[in-house]
T-cell receptor
Framework: AQSVTQLDSQVPVFEEAPVELRCNYS??????LFWYVQYPNQGLQLLLK??????LVKGINGFEAEFNKSQTSFHLRKPSVHISDTAEYFC???????????FGSGTKLNVKP | DTAVSQTPKYLVTQMGNDKSIKCEQN?????MYWYKQDSKKFLKIMFS???????INETVPNRFSPKSPDKAHLNLHINSLELGDSAVYFC?????????????FGPGTRLTVL
């Protein structure tokens, strides 16, 4: 069965520090991988996605993620966070062949001054 | 101009009532979705329509009925509301039917059932 696990429900970090938000998935078929961000009281917006090709994907706002097939992971990273990065981050997985789309439970990133 | 809009933004109602949430997208997209986000922020896809045709219908009580009068609109009607229906409902759209396309989300409708 398909599942998406975000290991950390909350990640506190100081401004200008690096951050990594973890995402693991389980699937026996090829998948597409996404990270979405949800700012307070808003809908989700796409940060980045992996479809194929280079395993290092760069997204908006200085975020990047690396697809690791052997570890079934798609961790999100940013070398230096800003206060404005405070938000909820969702990892998502799509099994295109089976018309399935799953979100993880989200990680709340709290950037402190 | 708002790309994906939902009305109302907040909806408070009594158990047993019937209510509707409307969604419109002005992006010219072919595909629209409804998601439910519970109090723990867990997001689950409920329905997906492509050119007014139902594509995804997850395990959702049949009290929930989506309606797509045209490809720019996907409304959600809920009959006999229950306490467990309290959640934030998000509408989204994507350019075409493909789960690797970016989805654009509306601002959400916070439904509270008393």
């Amino acid at each position: 069965a398909q599942s998406v696990t975000q290991l950390d429900s909350q990640v506190p970090v100081f401004e200008e520090a690096p951050v990594e938000l973890r995402c693991n998935y389980s699937s026996s078929v090829s998948v597409y991988l996404f990270w979405y961000v949800q700012y307070p009281n808003q809908g989700l917006q796409l940060l980045l996605k992996y479809l194929s090709g280079s395993t290092l994907v760069k997204g908006i706002n200085g975020f990047e993620a690396e697809f690791n097939k052997s570890q079934t992971s798609f961790h999100l990273r940013k070398p230096s966070v800003h206060i404005s990065d405070t938000a909820e981050y969702f990892c998502a997985v799509s099994e295109g062949n089976f018309n399935k789309f799953y979100f993880g439970s989200g990680t709340k990133l709290n950037v402190k001054p | 101009d708002t790309a994906v809009s939902q009305t109302p933004k907040y909806l408070v109602t009594q158990m047993g009532n019937d209510k509707s949430i409307k969604c419109e997208q002005n992006l010219g997209h072919d595909t629209m979705y409804w998601y439910k986000q519970d109090s723990k922020k867990f997001l689950k896809i409920m329905f997906s329509y492509n050119n007014k045709e139902l594509i995804i219908n997850e395990t959702v009580p049949n009290r929930f009925s989506p309606k797509s009068p045209d490809k720019a609109h996907l409304n959600l009607h809920i009959n006999s509301l229950e306490l467990g229906d309290s959640a934030v409902y998000f509408c989204a759209s994507s350019q075409e039917w493909s789960l690797y396309n970016e989805q654009f989300f509306g601002p959400g409708t916070r439904l509270t059932v008393l």
